[in-house]
């Protein structure tokens, strides 16, 4: 296969929150404010892209992208319960639009990772009136979705299902368990939301996208992490049975001992989050997903935290012949979006820079790195 399938997505992903700037209205912010414990740094600005995300969108199409993934931020559309802002609905209104008339199809996120904090005052996700409060937002923003193919509804389920233990004040090494009853509203409201879209915008593909982990048991340990790989993945990939597509995240591989999650073997490189540089596991998350889900996937994250361009090249170059593999196996994927466009925010630190721009933090100029035209160019090329 010398090219990419027909209509294969080719974009980069951003989320509001992440770079914005200003999210005042959301819970994070209020984290961020009373310094919990897993928000060192603070948002602040971010790297202002509310006011700049025409120069972003025009740095993506310029580069050769036809692909944009952004997220709409429902604390900025809903700042307190049930008033709407209209100019938050203008603008994500307006985005759309100049994301379309860049050619760039856009794949709108409707939540990554943030709410109102009216909403998580309330009682968050566990509160009575949860799901009906997620889908009264998404009925709001349902004019925005002219021209939209593909709609994520809920970034991650399974790691915002850990906000719980995060919280509580849960400190372990690695990430703790998703919380179970969160995790069963996200679905339940994961399928409202698809419901809905069916019936009111029958013209989008609506998918959500799981944090794909690979999980790789010692020896040994194949029914612990049979067990565990179910509990924090697996339940979210099955909820997307009878999605239009599933979104896979995949970042590194986690290796399970009869104990639980092992931090990376002794020596390996790591990247800038502490992770274990294991570009192939793309390869392994895209088969798992498929295979559980049964639908097409979607590439909806992928990237490594690094001040060394020259290594992001060289890591994305071996998780998309990872892709390839899958593919020529059989797997059928419809598409790769980068994490990130944009150095940003990374929940709680700006110092792991995942972007295929760099972002000055004082003036917010952008320069853009030599790996976004170099993936920019591996995209698909026009029939001849
Ligand atoms: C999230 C992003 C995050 C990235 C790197 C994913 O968990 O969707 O918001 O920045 O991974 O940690």
Known sequence: MDNWPAGFLWGAATSAHQTEGDNRNSDWWSFEQAGLHFVPEASGAAVD????????????????FSDYRFSIEWARIEPSRGELSSTALEHYGAMVRGALARGLRPLVTLHHFTHPLWFHEAGGWLAPDAVADFCRYVEAVLPLLAGVERVCTINEPNILAILPALLAGDDTH??????LATGTVLI?????????????APHVRVGWSVACQSFEPE???EDVCARLAHDREGRYLEAARGDAWIGVQSYTRTRVGIDGPLPPPEGARLTLTGWEYAPRALGAAVRTAARVTGVPVVVTENGLATDDDALRRAYTAEALA????AMAHGVDVQGYFHWSL???????????TFGLVAVDRTTFERHPKPSLSWLG???????H
Do not use: C, I, K, T
């Open 219 to 221: 020896l040994g340990a």
């Open 342 to 352: 944009l150095d940003n925010y990374e929940w709680g630190r700006f110092g792991p």
């Open 49 to 64: 892209s509310y006011r700049r995300w025409e120069q972003d969108m025009d740095l993506l199409a310029g580069a050769g």
């Open 377 to 383: 160019a591996l995209g698909p090329r026009p029939p």
């Open 174 to 179: 690695g990430l703790p368990a998703p919380d």
């Open 188 to 200: 339940e409201a994961h399928h409202a939301v698809r419901e809905l879209l069916r019936e009111r």
């Open 322 to 325: 990872a892709l390839r593999d």
